[in-house]
């Protein structure tokens, strides 16, 4: 990070910039294109790949439990592009996590494999502008079986990838069987990218960043067809899919997220040692002090239960540790958003302009309580398996 990563911010921002004005901003920053073999070369590459997922797919990442890998994840959560420099980021994460796990060997060997390279990028297909995706089994694609294919029809948005020009594949879930028990009427399929009826409809902003040139995307999915073979699992297996995609992918948001707010109280500090208001410095105003005293706190507490959760995780599975997943991806967001506003803050003017990362930074925070699931669904859920802890017995 020190010898790469931070030095290299200001030359993203300046190419990002070139790309703008020239018209190409989809264009892949060669700055970053150019990291990668050195952390390949380093053997910083698929950090993220947890061993029993890597057993199980028989390709192999650092061979790290989630436990390891989260302090990683945070260290690199301090620039929001350099996960990618180590093919840590999302959605390819997830979804090289998906194909390893539930994918078939055919499957693997064409997605997973090259994905695992950097060889290319992928899309995460899931929520819908039309119905309230928070309950995913509002999603309304469809998914037909004709014969030896499956065809789909629907529109996604925020289809995480779906922008980047490097996108040569879509994990996208949808209903093979509406009539089914209400968990079971959703598949996954991987979807090739250049398959005739996927149309890209437009890019989304977040905040007014279109997060080029990655972004997010709104697809269309017209008689898309696509061999049965590429279904992920099985029919009526998606709610598992995501379940097991989910988990993982929310440690890593967490701990990218506490990175971020981290990144941000440094700045904070650093600005208020600088600056000179009302003839004192902004760290010798006691409002500043308390914030800084709070914004250390609460980072300190969410990175503890974030790394609760993933010991969890490695030790006893995802579903025993589904309260403290759900409490992390609560507690991480809402903490961030709040650390990265008090040194926004701190910056003045500066700090709701692109002369800082703070105004990016709070943007993709602030996403985050709706990524994986909005933080009323998670508290929901939080909710009722503590009350369930004081349910009365069930009469036999």
Not at 157 to 165: E, I, K, L
Not at 218 to 246: H, K, M, T, Y
Not at 334 to 339: F, H, I
Request: a neutral charge; hydrophobic letters at 40%; charged letters at 25%.
């Amino acid at each position: 990070m020190d010898e790469h990563i931070y030095p290299s911010e200001k030359r993203c921002a300046e190419e990002l910039a070139a790309n703008t004005a020239a018209g190409r901003r989809w264009t892949p920053l060669k700055t970053i294109e150019d990291l990668k073999p050195k952390a390949q070369a380093a053997g910083l590459w698929n950090l993220f790949l947890p061993v029993d997922t890597a057993e199980a797919s028989g390709y192999h990442g650092a061979g790290l439990t989630n436990q390891e890998y989260a302090p990683l994840a945070e260290i690199m959560g301090r620039v929001l592009w350099s996960s990618e420099v180590f093919n840590c980021s999302a959605p390819d994460t997830g979804n090289m996590e998906t194909i390893a796990r539930y994918g078939s060997e055919d499957i693997k060997a064409t997605w997973l494999k090259p994905l695992l390279e950097g060889k290319f990028r992928s899309a995460f297909a899931m929520t819908e502008p039309d119905v309230a995706s928070s309950d995913a089994t509002n999603i309304e694609t469809r998914i037909e079986r004709h014969g030896d294919e499956y065809v789909i029809n629907g529109r996604k948005w925020w289809t995480s990838g779906a922008m980047d020009p490097r996108c040569k594949v879509l994990i996208t879930m949808g209903k093979t069987d509406p009539e089914a028990a209400r968990h079971s009427q959703q598949s996954m399929v991987v979807v090739p990218a250049d398959t005739p009826g996927v149309k890209i409809v437009r890019a989304l902003n977040v905040f007014g960043y279109d997060d080029a040139p990655h972004g997010h995307a709104e697809v269309l999915f017209e008689n898309v067809r696509v061999p049965a073979s590429n279904i992920l699992l099985g029919e009526g297996r998606g709610f598992e899919i995501a379940q097991g995609r989910l988990g993982p992918g929310r440690i890593h948001h967490c701990m990218r997220l506490i990175g971020l707010a981290e990144r941000s109280l440094e700045l904070m500090c650093k600005r208020a040692v600088s600056r000179v208001a009302f003839g004192k410095t902004l760290a010798q105003q006691t409002v500043t002090q308390e914030r800084i005293a709070e914004a250390r706190c609460k980072i300190d507490m969410a990175r503890l239960l974030t790394l609760k959760a993933a010991w969890m995780m490695d030790t006893v599975g995802n579903k025993v540790a589904r309260t403290e997943i759900a409490m992390i991806k609560v507690v991480a967001p809402r903490m961030a958003c709040q650390v990265i506003d008090w040194a926004i803050q701190l910056h003045g003017g500066g700090g709701i302009s692109d002369d800082f990362p703070l105004a990016f930074n709070y943007a993709q925070a602030r996403t985050l309580r709706f990524a994986d699931g909005p933080d009323e669904v998670h508290r929901n859920a939080i909710a009722k398996w503590e009350l369930g802890k004081y349910a009365a017995p069930k009469a036999h």
